[in-house]
């Protein structure tokens, strides 16, 4: 019975960190680097209201210009994947990253601010789909390609716990301190990322070789809109949630305890889910997910006490940890065999063109509308996500199971 027990669990969970493809643990610390600088950036919200005193409609075009630099690197990072090493792409983001955190430490201009922020996110995109395009391209099938994707967003989240811990504690000098060294840290990485022999990389399969491009109109036609709403509602979490954490419960631990739910739940958890992802009903459960979400999301809103905070969060997390490796990954294989990071920037693209329209749209309501809880417009967003799934599910069944 106990072997059995112990059978299960290594198959069931721990095969799940452990089962990569060789060279996998040559790109690893990228994303390590990749999402510690991210994850700054993610709560950058509470630097910008608690030291630089912005209002909520400021903060929103702020971090909008992160999103629209990271829009607009989309467009470039996913076609230089095809072109050169994943390696170059990913120490250009690595330089364009550091100019960033340079200029964070020092800069307190509002309208510098959004020149630098656009920065930051040219750079963070650039790193992120060269490194989850080379993760994804050692992958021999479906489960593999789950398990790099869950691997990534376990690494991202876990800096995501780290990072809050700072952002929780520190004050405005030392935070600035803080950019300073992930700046010099970037800078780094990036001159030794960029001295890397092509040879030392990864080794690329024939069958991974770039190929001509395939679109794939009916997965397409479902999964942009979707991604596009599940943005927003991170528009609002990106705004929103980090400062209400800190501002709800006035206790530094308290603050870090709930923005670290999140991603100690996908840390422990997400790994479970890979046996699922891989099912023929990945439509019925991205559903599923937008309705956890949102639901997560607007009871967190409603509440004010710290044990229904925290089941609130995880219940969102859940919903989370289903709609975002689906959607990636049916995303990076809409555009056929080798352009993975097409697909990955079209995804990326996607996330943060809402993003740009979803923050200085819920900036606005926070800032005009005072008396609404801004948590409530998760319900219409998840909605619209339920209702792109299933309606697509039903139009396009045939097409979309072949595919998926």
């Not at 669990?9 to 799940?16: A, D």
């Not at 390609?145 to 716990?161: C, Y």
Request: with cysteine; charged share 10%; hydrophobic share 50%.
């Amino acid at each position: 019975m106990l072997t059995k027990i112990k059978t299960n669990i290594y198959n069931n969970y721990i095969i799940n960190y452990i089962d990569y493809p060789k060279g996998t643990g040559k790109i690893i610390p990228l994303v390590i680097i990749e999402s510690m600088a991210m994850c700054v950036s993610y709560l950058i919200s509470i630097y910008l209201v608690n030291s630089l005193h912005f209002s909520p409609f400021q903060v929103g075009k702020l971090i909008s210009s992160l999103a629209f630099g990271t829009c607009f690197g989309s467009l470039i990072s996913g076609y230089l994947t095809t072109r050169i090493s994943v390696t170059k792409v990913s120490s250009f983001g690595l330089f364009i990253y550091a100019v960033g955190f340079f200029l964070l430490s020092c800069v307190t201009s509002y309208d510098f601010l959004l020149i630098i922020l656009f920065l930051c996110g040219i750079g963070g995109v650039f790193m992120m789909v060269a490194n989850l395009t080379a993760l994804i391209k050692l992958a021999g099938d479906d489960l593999m390609k789950n398990r790099i994707i869950v691997l990534q967003s376990v690494v991202f989240h876990l800096s995501l716990s780290i990072c809050s811990f700072f952002m929780s504690y520190l004050k405005t000098e030392a935070l600035k301190n803080l950019f300073f060294v992930f700046g010099t840290l970037l800078l780094f990485s990036g001159l030794f990322v960029f001295s890397i022999k092509e040879s030392f990389s990864f080794t690329k399969n024939k069958e991974n070789t770039p190929r001509s491009i395939q679109i794939n109109l009916p997965v397409i036609s479902m999964i942009l809109p979707v991604i596009f709403f599940y943005g927003v509602i991170f528009s609002l979490v990106k705004i929103y949630f980090p400062v209400e954490a800190v501002s709800r419960f006035n206790s530094p631990f308290i603050s870090w305890l709930i923005m670290s739910a999140n991603p100690f739940m996908i840390i422990f958890f997400q790994p479970l889910l890979i046996s699922k992802l891989k099912d023929q009903g990945n439509i019925a459960l991205l559903a599923i997910g937008a309705c956890f979400l949102g639901l997560g999301y607007v009871l967190f809103g409603l509440s004010t006490y710290l044990i229904p905070s925290l089941l609130f969060v995880l219940l969102a997390t859940a919903g989370e940890m289903i709609v975002s490796p689906i959607t990636k990954r049916i995303a990076a294989t809409s555009f056929g065999y080798g352009n993975e990071g097409i697909g990955l920037a079209s995804w990326k693209m996607t996330y943060y063109f809402s993003g740009v329209f979803g923050a200085i749209f819920v900036g606005y309501l926070g800032e005009n509308y005072q008396n609404l809880n801004i948590w409530l417009i998760c319900i219409p967003l998840s909605l619209a996500i339920i209702f792109c799934a299933l309606c697509y599910n039903s139009l396009f069944s045939n097409k979309l199971r072949a595919s998926i």
